[in-house]
């Protein structure tokens, strides 16, 4: 062959094959079978049809190219720290792309930061089941902006601990129609909420703080000091903690004061993070910024950690959404690459890999929907729940177990998904490198995995009731399977074991999270799917390693109920 016969058209050596398509243009929620079943279970057949028409319209809006395509945008085009202008001003803005106020848009349209609060009549007996459901949606296409919504939502309860803030405040955190605008919340149809708690010095132990509080006369105090974390610091308000004289208060600290002045907060840098690129987290002082009570003065952490009991039910529906969307990515692909003469879904090792995954994506949907319905079940401003007692103290265990355990299993989640994908599952242009950096936050965030083994102790700790709520909630799958029976036959030793000795602490939270997960399959999965979780998990000889599934169990269906399309 000359060199005249040489084709010089690139289109001859770079015709693309045996690629998968990306995923998008579906219904996250009609297509997620595990979901749709925990919110039925969660809300009772009353309520299931109207649930199911509102999530429908979620799943489907997030499925669109045009959100998938603003969650790579604003995690792409980062915030962008301002903090003088022009003139030499001081300023402390953050600058974001139009997709993330795009973004905020819809989730504050939805209700995700205070509907349970603002509406629980059209919401149902079950307002925090119906907005869980809606946030693990969102989570699966953009984590990030979930920051400030989720303070926003779990800030309710603790301002109504002052009635002026709430009287002024409240009313603009309910509102649907998101105002990025920089200006004193009256001027504003809605608001946001954020939080700082760590500094330098104390991480987790914030009673090392050493922000202090001094009195102003009012109700109002002037706040000198820092914070080494401050979540999202472009919203109206934060609650913070500092030392004043009767001990460290939670405070309300608005970025615009009353009088339109800008509150003295300077932001000194935005962090630079593994993840959650699209949400600004920064380092602040605080010289002389004014802020008012939450509470009585020495009650701060009390205060604060009513707060942290829905964040970290943020922490464990977030990751759980986050394990649907790399599994969802995962089979769409293996459902079109061919190696070796087959589907990748229908290579055998893969085939298990698969199931596996699908079955902790379940279990952990199963556990964090659960959650929420405690929520609805033990709140004074929502919920129908009759069983009140039974409800709170459950959800004191549900609470740290599911944070722990969900948490702890994402990062071992996302890689085991990206690995499906091989060297497309690595690269930025993907949506797996995104959900792989953002699952250690979750963990992390609002109490990393020793606090949350620590709280289930101290919940035990609270009297015979706790195990005896424990012990309920197990029931309905109790005689029906063996080794599910022979779990949970050792779980009262172990519970009284670890109450004596704190080192156990981290596996006993995850085996009582493994033990209420697979009660909760027994109960709105199909047999196969239970059956698989429990001779997998609980049968003594899990391999942890995803992919080592017994051959009993029944991969092609667990596969099929998970597939996204």
């Known amino acids: ?57 979620v799943g489907a809006e ?72 809606a946030f693990m949606l969102f989570t699966e296409i953009e984590a990030s902006t979930l920051c400030p919504v989720s303070m926003t939502y779990a800030v309710v309860p603790a301002l109504k601990r002052n009635a002026r803030i709430a009287a002024e405040w409240l009313p603009k955190l309910y509102g649907r129609e998101y105002d990025a605008r920089f200006i004193a919340a009256g001027g504003k149809s809605a608001v946001t909420m954020g939080m700082g708690m760590t500094e330098k010095q104390g991480g987790s132990d914030v009673r090392a703080n ?26 109206d308000a934060f609650l913070i903690l500092a030392q004043a004289p009767g001990g460290l208060t939670c405070f309300f600290l608005p970025r615009i004061l009353p009088d339109g002045s ?87 090792v893969m085939r298990n890999v698969l199931a596996d995954l699908a079955l902790e994506s379940e279990a952990a949907t199963a556990l964090a929907m659960r959650l929420a319905r405690a929520v609805d079940g033990s709140s004074s401003d929502g919920g129908g729940n009759s069983n009140t007692s039974f ?60 606090i949350m083994a620590l709280d289930l102790l101290r919940a035990l700790r609270q009297g015979p009731e706790v195990s005896a709520a424990l012990d309920a909630e197990l029931a309905p799958a109790k005689g029906a399977n063996p080794h599910f029976d022979r779990f949970i036959a050792r779980l009262p030793q172990r519970l009284e074991d670890a109450a004596a000795q704190e080192s156990s602490a981290r596996r006993l939270a995850q085996d009582v999270a493994l033990a209420v997960q697979a009660a909760l399959l027994k109960q709105h999965a199909p047999d196969f799917v239970f059956d698989a979780f429990c001779a997998s998990r609980l049968a003594g000889d899990w391999g942890y390693a995803f992919g080592t599934l017994p051959a009993s169990c029944d991969v092609e269906r667990i596969i099929e109920r998970a597939m996204p399309v």
């Open 1 to 57: 062959m000359n060199q005249s016969q040489i084709p010089h058209s690139s289109s001859a050596t770079h015709e693309v094959l045996n690629q998968s398509t990306p995923l998008s243009g579906y219904n996250l929620y009609t297509t997620n079978r595990a979901l749709r079943d925990a919110v039925a279970f969660n809300s009772g057949a009353a309520h299931a049809a109207s649930l199911n028409t509102f999530l429908g319209e």
């Open 62 to 133: 997030l499925g669109t190219a045009a959100m998938i395509e603003s969650a790579r945008l604003a995690n792409q085009c980062t915030p962008r720290l301002v903090t003088h202008d022009a003139a030499g001003r001081r300023v402390d803005q953050v600058e974001f792309h139009p997709a993330y106020h795009s973004l905020m848009r819809a989730a504050l349209k939805w209700g995700l930061h205070t509907g349970p609060w603002s509406e629980p009549l059209e919401g149902g007996p079950v307002p925090h089941v119906k907005r869980a459901a």
């Open 210 to 235: 050493t922000t202090a509080a001094v009195p102003l006369g009012g109700g109002a105090y002037a706040i000198t000091g820092h914070k080494w974390f401050m979540s999202a610091p472009m919203c």
């Open 262 to 348: 800008v509150n003295a907060i300077r932001i000194e840098r935005l962090k630079d993070k593994l993840g959650n690129k699209a949400n600004a987290s920064s380092e602040v002082e605080f010289s002389g910024a004014h802020a008012w009570a939450v509470g009585d003065e020495g009650r701060g952490v009390p205060v604060i950690l009513e707060m942290g009991t829905l964040t970290r039910l943020d922490c464990a529906l977030g990751t759980a959404g986050l394990m649907r969307q790399a599994l969802a990515q995962a089979l769409h692909h293996c459902a079109q690459r061919q190696a070796f003469g087959k589907l990748l879904k229908h290579q055998p």
């Open 391 to 450: 409800e709170q103290v459950i959800r004191r265990v549900l609470t740290p177990i599911a944070k722990f355990w969900i948490c702890k299993r994402g990062s071992h989640f996302a890689q085991e998904a990206m690995e499906c994908l091989g060297g497309n599952g690595y690269v930025e242009e993907g949506v797996l490198a995104r959900l792989y950096r953002e699952m250690p936050l979750n963990s992390i965030w609002e109490g990393a995995g020793n």
